[in-house]
């Protein structure tokens, strides 16, 4: 069965490092999204991606990278961690057109 | 779909008993409207959506309605059992693009046995 996998499910980083966060789907779907949830604040866009080589700004993308090699693959970057990025962060893909999220099982984040 | 608004933020209902839960959402454009349950520990996953071409939408004890007049939709659960409880979200296609979804603040759904 096609599935989104998310790794590692749990990480716990120092200030100031980076850390990169994997997404990979095998739904063979062009649209990938990176949200990250947090109590009160539902669940915010940070990336996204159309396609291979395509990346986008979400709502909260600042300090966050993303870049697009594969169809399979969306990883995030976040560039030097810092304690308001420690969350729960989901990875999502959908189909072409107006079709449902799959979403991932979550990273959850520590930042100390 | 910049803004879409959720309410009540929390619910508790009997069991048995049914449950409303309502968003508002503000770009007259937007066409497709998903609720997502999260159950607690979880991914978010779909549970119903409806076009716009639709004014209400069942599948069982779910459904959901939609009125374009007044920008809002609702999720409605009838005859609720436990396993009800979770985070319920609606979404809303961002402006423009049906492809991205801008989440509402969600409802935590607590059903009381």
């Known amino acids: 069965d096609a599935e989104i996998t998310q790794s590692p499910r749990h990480k716990i980083t120092e200030t100031g490092r980076q850390v990169t966060l994997a997404c990979h789907q095998t739904w063979n779907h062009n649209n990938m999204f990176w949200y990250r949830q947090d109590l009160g604040h539902g669940l915010r866009l940070i990336h996204y991606?159309?396609?291979?080589?395509?990346?986008n700004k979400g709502e909260v993308s600042d300090g966050y990278s993303v870049s697009r090699s594969n169809t399979e693959d969306l990883p995030l970057t976040l560039e030097s961690a810092a304690s308001s990025q420690t969350s729960v962060y989901f990875c999502?893909?959908?189909?072409?057109?107006?079709?449902?999220?799959?979403f991932g099982n979550g990273t959850r984040l520590t930042v100390t | 779909g910049e803004n879409v608004e959720q309410h009540p933020s929390t619910l508790s209902v009997q069991e048995g008993d049914s449950a409303v839960i309502k968003c508002t959402y503000s770009d007259s454009a937007s066409n497709y409207f998903p609720w997502y349950k999260q159950e607690l520990g979880k991914r978010p996953q779909l549970i119903i959506d409806?076009?716009?071409?639709?004014g209400e939408k069942k599948d069982q004890r779910i459904a959901v309605t939609l009125n374009k007049t007044a920008k809002h939709f609702s999720l409605h659960i009838t005859e609720t059992q436990p396993e009800d409880s979770a985070v319920y979200f609606c979404?809303?296609?961002?402006?423009?693009?049906?492809?991205?979804?801008?989440f509402g603040s969600g409802t935590q759904l607590t059903v009381l046995p």
């Open positions: 409806i076009r716009s071409n639709v």
């Open positions: 991606s159309y396609g291979v080589q395509d990346t």
């Open positions: 979404a809303d296609p961002a402006s423009g693009s049906a492809r991205q979804l801008t």
């Open positions: 999502a893909s959908s189909g072409t057109g107006v079709s449902p999220l799959h």
